[in-house]
């Protein structure tokens, strides 16, 4: 079974950074795409940034030049680093695996992340 553990949420105030961490398990990252989504309270979940098999990256338009997400293939984790943090950026943060062949999506259980002064 596939595991995806995301660690690194918490409190933090307006402008300060936080990095997540989405450690993998039973899987190689470097083989899938992995994302970050988030969904704030009361707002559908959202790609926040994705990073493919390539290594080609895309970002939401709200966190670019703010987030960075990247790949320790030695770790097996991903990592989302989140730098001038605003109150908008609340949210549980998910970690997720795709794969279009073949067919595979798996989701972590979230870590929150609250911006707040």
């Known amino acids: 079974q596939v595991q995806l553990v995301e660690s690194g949420g918490g409190l933090v105030q307006p402008g300060g950074s936080l990095r997540l961490s989405c450690a993998a398990s039973?899987?190689?990252?470097?083989?899938?795409?992995m994302a970050w989504y988030r969904q704030g309270p009361g707002k559908q979940r959202e790609l926040v940034a994705r990073?493919?098999?390539?290594?080609?990256?895309n970002y939401a338009d709200s966190v670019k030049g703010r987030f960075t997400i990247s790949r320790d293939n030695a770790k097996n984790t991903v990592y989302l680093q989140m730098n001038s943090l605003n109150p908008e950026d609340t949210a549980v943060y998910y970690c997720?695996?795709?794969?279009?062949?073949?067919?595979?999506?798996?989701w972590g259980q979230g870590t929150q992340v609250t911006v707040s002064s």
């Open positions: 990073i493919t098999t390539g290594g080609w990256i």
């Open positions: 039973t899987i190689i990252v470097r083989i899938y795409n």
């Open positions: 997720n695996a795709a794969r279009d062949y073949p067919p595979f999506n798996s």
